[in-house]
């Protein structure tokens, strides 16, 4: 019976695809980084569980994966989060990973995939590398956005994109800022005729698919054709992309190494 394991958790995506080419993958690399670690597996969203359930899997929240730890005989748990912010998400995880600690002889929390300046700058680096600037066209990355105050790694993301000469490239966000009404006014203001939309998402999920390139009046990818901009998508999350596997598994690296 194994006294240590790794615990790694994600909000999930209702999405079979998504969760096939983004969630399993960056999973199974973490798996793998972890060596011989005993692994379990929980996801943070209770509306992505009841889906899930629904159509016959079932899902560990973070206390039933708690649970069944307790229940194996661990009592070192490593937490290793697929979160890319320290936001809301990232703290009602750490708390409710906090609740267990008396029942731990020892419980290390990891970070999520952005937590400091130089996790801004490699993000910005490997995007820029993978996607080339195009004459004219406007490259825009979409996140998730919150009402926390880590929604300033979105704009901090854009300064790195800056740094490395990227003027085609724009941060922008669903649910924070910079929202749709200021990345239509930087991109009204620097002319493009066109634009490549691209979740910064770990998952290419509902968001993706409808709030940035959705058919409807309100989704960025109209908005900006109803601008006269010729829009392409690009629907994959940050899971899809072996650079950004590999960050986690960095990060979980440094995490079991201490």
């Known amino acids: 019976m194994q006294h240590t394991a790794l615990l790694l958790v994600s909000f999930g995506t209702s999405r079979p695809d998504a969760f096939r080419r983004e969630i399993e993958p960056t999973l199974d690399a973490l798996r793998t980084a ?26 560990a929240s973070l206390p039933e994966a708690f649970g069944q730890m307790l229940a194996d005989g661990v009592r070192r ?19 409710e990973a906090e609740a267990f ?26 995007l820029s590398a993978r ?31 800056s740094a490395l000469g990227r003027r085609d490239v724009l941060v922008g966000t669903v649910e924070g800022w910079p929202g749709f009404e200021e990345l239509l006014a930087q991109i009204e203001a620097g002319g493009y005729a066109s634009a490549l939309l691209s979740p910064f998402l770990l998952v290419a999920g509902e968001h993706a698919r409808e709030d940035m390139g959705g058919e409807e009046p309100g ?3 109209s908005l900006l054709r109803a601008r006269g901009l010729r829009v392409e998508c690009n629907f994959e999350g940050l899971g899809a992309f072996p650079e950004f596997r590999a960050l986690y598994t960095e990060h979980l690296r440094a995490l079991l190494e201490g």
Do not use: M
């Open 219 to 221: 989704s960025l990818a």
């Open 34 to 59: 972890a060596g011989d670690l005993p692994v379990y597996t929980a996801f943070t969203s209770p509306t992505i569980r009841r889906i899930w359930a629904g159509r016959g899997r079932a899902l």
């Open 131 to 161: 996607f080339a600037p195009v004459p004219g066209r406007a490259l825009v990355f979409l996140g998730h956005g919150t009402d926390h105050p880590a929604d300033l790694f979105y704009p901090a993301l854009q300064t790195a994109f």
């Open 101 to 126: 600690r008396p029942r731990l002889e020892n419980l290390t929390l990891g970070r999520p995939l952005l937590k400091e300046g130089a996790d801004l700058a490699r993000a910005a680096s490997l």
């Open 77 to 95: 748990v490593y937490v290793q989060p697929t979160h890319l912010i320290p936001g809301l998400e990232y703290e009602k995880l750490c708390a």
